[in-house]
């Protein structure tokens, strides 16, 4: 048995009183949660710090691992994703193999417990059925032509049973608005419903997003151009991208919307009303590094948005640590709450993927796995206690 306290103790949804002891058996199973006076003191072991659980990664690309420092930053999304698909594939599998390998462990050597991660193809499942971390594979689906939404969902089931057979976790998810038909969006989200399973899209990462929605116009058109695809079938919703799509996704399954950097107020609370399975996932190094520039994270706050974490990939971050995109949020906007963001990277995380049974809170019968976080406030560092 240990017995571990600290400065603090985060349960995953709020600090613990003073004078707590976690006790874990040898398995890292947490047996009790108890005072300090009920245990014996030469056996506790004091840390400096806040205990939190393992934290939770909602938004990763491991399959773009390869990707780290290749493309330019600050560029804009359009720049950026056409980057992403000239380098994706221009080296051999072993490398892609190697980087995945040392990301996963970084994500662990991090105090990552479980990732949320999409894919697009099989590469990740060797590095995903040997890691220490739990994968959810979000199998992401892309097109915005209507009439190619069975033959792509059908290629979709090919994807998910190999990720099936490999004995690991999935589900379909669309990429974003301006690439994915509502047909399509809707689709994946009924078929989300029918097996009880999360689902996640891109969300208003860009202004181009809300302009090709609202008009038909913006940096989209440039994209689509670039990659030669005719988009002649596509009317403007005359309203945001959020607002044209949220009412395609079913409302009985847990929704990530990934990144929200150009969402308003109006967006927030019309979403919210239609769908009350919403989770807002915020991922401002990939944000900082394509567009330079951070959601209204207190906005979403106030408006009682389920925020979770997300560290995307290495294509536009140059960690994958949920604690420095903590740093990051706190860095560029003041007087945020570390609770809120404590909740966010732990219980909120495990409650969209639905693993909340065993992990993001630290209470008996629970294999939560716990973190140390030290440092102060914008430079914190995370150590695994268990
Ligand atoms: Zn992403």
Redesign the pocket.
């Known amino acids: 048995m240990r017995y571990i306290t600290a400065n603090q103790i985060f349960s995953g949804k709020e600090f613990l009183s003073d004078n707590m002891v976690i006790v874990l058996n040898q398995d890292g199973l947490i047996t009790d949660v108890t005072t300090i006076n009920q245990v014996e003191s030469s056996n506790i072991e004091y840390f400096e710090g806040i205990i939190t659980p393992g934290f939770i990664n909602t938004?990763c690309?491991l399959e773009l691992s390869h990707l780290k420092n290749l493309i330019p930053q600050k560029t804009g999304i359009v720049d950026f994703g056409l980057a992403v698909i000239k380098h994706r594939n221009d080296i051999a599998l072993e490398f892609k193999q190697e980087a995945m390998l040392q990301a996963d462990k970084e994500m662990f050597s991090q105090g990552i417990v479980a990732v949320g991660d999409?894919s697009n193809t099989d590469v990740s499942i060797q590095t995903k059925q040997q890691s220490k971390l739990y994968y959810h594979t979000f199998i992401e689906l892309i097109a915005l032509n209507p009439e190619r939404t069975s033959l792509v969902f059908d290629a979709g089931k090919q994807l998910a049973s190999q990720f099936e057979n490999a004995h690991l976790s999935w589900s379909f998810a669309p990429h974003a608005p301006y690439s994915t038909s509502v047909e399509l969006i809707k689709k994946i989200s009924d078929d989300c419903f029918e097996l009880s399973k999360p689902t996640s899209i891109?969300n208003q990462e860009s202004k181009a997003e809300n302009d090709f929605f609202n008009s038909k116009s913006g940096d989209y058109l440039r994209l689509y151009k670039t990659l030669n695809i005719s988009i002649d079938y596509f009317k403007a919703f005359e309203k945001s991208s959020l607002q044209s799509i949220v009412s395609y996704l079913n409302a009985g399954v847990n929704t990530l919307l990934?990144h929200n950097t150009f969402s308003s107020e109006e967006d927030l609370k019309m979403a919210s009303t239609v769908h009350q399975k919403l989770f807002w996932c915020l991922c401002p190094n990939a944000n900082i590094y394509i567009e330079n520039t951070l959601p209204n994270v207190q906005l979403l706050i106030d408006n009682d948005c389920m925020l979770t974490l997300g560290t995307?990939?290495l294509a536009s971050n140059f960690q994958l640590s949920i604690i420095n995109e903590m740093n990051t949020i706190m860095k560029w906007i003041s007087n945020i709450s570390l609770e809120v963001l404590l909740k966010a990277a732990t219980y909120n995380g495990a409650k969209f993927l639905g693993l909340e049974k065993n992990l993001g809170l630290i209470e008996k019968n629970k294999k939560c796995g716990l973190n140390l976080i030290e440092g102060f406030t914008g430079n914190y560092t995370v150590k695994k206690l268990a």
């Open positions: 938004h690309h999409i891109h990934v995307d990939s």
